[in-house]
Nanobody, 123 residues
Framework: QVQLVESGGGSVRVGGSLRLSCAAS????????MAWFRQAPGKEREGVAH???????TYADGVNSRFTISRDNAKNTLYLQMNSLKPEAMAMYYCAADNRWWLKLNSGPYNYWGQGTTVTVSS
């Protein structure tokens, strides 16, 4: 069955960096679009970044240039490099997969989700 397992979350100071990973299994990873979403306490889940099977990338407004999404199809792994972290980046981060590339940062219809990894940013 499809499995998505996030890792790499943790606690950092403002301005610090983290690299999240999402290990995928149970489907043809290279043919699926992948995305990162996040949900802060008391807020709705929001899209962060999306990468389709051709490597075309979409970022949410406000994260471009500080966050970098990438994928390694040989390792079936998705990454999110986060630099210059701000307190508002603190959230649970989820990776998601779907073969419908047009979903991009629309979280509702995504078929597959990981369990999430927590990012804490302190001043």
């Amino acid at each position: 069955q499809v499995q998505l397992v996030e890792s790499g979350g943790g606690s950092v100071r403002v301005g610090g960096s983290l690299r999240l990973s999402c290990a995928a299994s149970g489907y043809t990873y290279s043919s699926y679009s992948m995305a990162w979403f996040r949900q802060a306490p008391g807020k709705e889940r929001e899209g962060v970044a999306h990468i389709d099977s051709d490597g075309i990338i979409t970022y949410a407004d406000g994260v471009n240039s500080r966050f970098t999404i990438s994928r390694d199809n040989a390792k079936n792994t998705l990454y999110l490099q986060m630099n210059s972290l701000k307190p508002e980046a603190m959230a649970m981060y989820y990776c998601a997969a779907d073969n419908r590339w047009w979903l991009k940062l629309n979280s509702g219809p995504y078929n597959y989700w990981g369990q999430g990894t927590t990012v804490t940013v302190s001043s």
